[in-house]
């Protein structure tokens, strides 16, 4: 779209004659800095506040203008901590009407400019509609914590028109709280061969509350009752992620690279091992039981 210029009279005398001189506003600098938009302290524009979000997660942070005036233009700038967030994509809110155009630019990959326009036909925003959705991707930066989405502290970069003049609005900047991790565990399932069946397939499941991958986990057996075969992936796991054992005394060590992919919420199975009976006897329960892990959020 076109730049937005709105004329404002420098009066410059020259040998007695006053001499009018049109000073412009652009996008960038140009004007701005000098000119000084009013504020309009009963506007606000306001940055939403999210809770309980999990790394690797899309989130829509809202954009509001709190306001009753019936404006044509409005612009924001704002910037975020890009090791924390990555912006995907600005899309419009229920709060501009169909007419309304939104165009958006990025100085550097932490800051955004939103533009919104409606040449000409004045709009109103209704009470708690936003007028556009900042997309992330919420980075790992940690559990239990939070960052911030701030507009730049300049307020003739973020406006509004109304009735053809410049206003600049108080600004309530935004944040995204992550979650709490909870638990996770480790779990195998039950199975029931015949007396001296081998390469029983004992299938081992990871429960976690937050995405992550597991990184090893240690399980002890009786050596007396099983002889270890071998390990093979689970379908929980991603294409082409790996899994690997090893063998000390009754203890398996099972370790699973970095470079597999991280797992969603929720349980999945994630590996198997393979056992020999030692005995021909029957009617026993033996355990392989998990007592130790690593996980990485």
């Known amino acids: 779209m076109g730049r937005l210029r709105s004329l404002a009279l420098v009066v410059l005398l020259l040998g007695g004659t006053f001499v009018l001189a049109g000073a412009g506003i652009d996008r960038d600098d140009g004007g701005r800095g000098m000119l000084g938009v009013p504020k309009d302290s009963s506007s606000t524009f306001e940055i939403g506040q999210l809770i309980g979000q999990?790394?690797?997660?899309?989130?829509?942070?809202?954009?509001?203008?709190?306001?009753?005036?019936?404006?044509?233009?409005?612009?924001?700038?704002?910037?975020?901590?890009?090791?924390?967030?990555?912006?995907?994509?600005?899309?419009?809110?229920?709060?501009?009407?169909?007419?309304?155009?939104?165009n958006t630019s990025n100085p550097n990959d932490s800051t955004v400019i939103i533009e919104i326009s409606n040449p000409g036909v004045p709009f109103g925003i209704p009470s708690g509609d936003a007028i556009a959705y900042l997309n992330f991707e919420i980075q790992c930066f940690g559990y239990g914590a939070n960052t911030w989405i701030r507009f730049v502290d300049e307020d003739n970069y973020n406006v509004f028109v109304c009735n053809g003049l410049l206003y600049s609005p108080l600004r309530d900047d935004g944040r995204i709280w992550t979650d709490y991790e909870s638990y996770l565990y480790v779990l195998g399932t039950f199975v029931y061969p015949y007396p001296g069946d081998q390469h029983i397939p004992v299938g081992f499941d990871?429960?976690?509350?937050?995405?992550?991958?597991?990184?090893?986990?240690?399980?002890?057996?009786?050596?007396?009752?099983?002889?270890?075969?071998?390990?093979?992936?689970?379908?929980?796991?991603?294409?082409?992620?790996?899994?690997?054992?090893t063998v000390v005394g009754d203890t398996i060590k099972v370790t699973l690279p970095e470079t597999n992919e991280f797992l969603p919420v929720g349980e999945r199975r994630i590996f198997y091992l393979h056992f020999g009976a030692e005995t021909g006897d029957d009617d026993y329960i033996t355990y392989v039981t998990p007592v130790y892990g690593e996980r990485l959020d």
């Open 206 to 245: 990871l429960y976690q509350e937050v995405p992550g991958k597991l990184l090893c986990v240690n399980l002890v057996y009786d050596p007396g009752r099983l002889h270890y075969d071998s390990i093979t992936v689970g379908e929980g796991l991603m294409p082409g992620d790996e899994v690997y054992a």
């Open 54 to 102: 999990f790394p690797t997660d899309t989130v829509a942070v809202p954009l509001y203008l709190h306001t009753d005036s019936l404006v044509t233009y409005i612009e924001a700038r704002i910037y975020w901590e890009d090791s924390d967030l990555e912006l995907l994509s600005v899309t419009a809110g229920p709060g501009i009407p169909g007419t309304a155009t939104l």
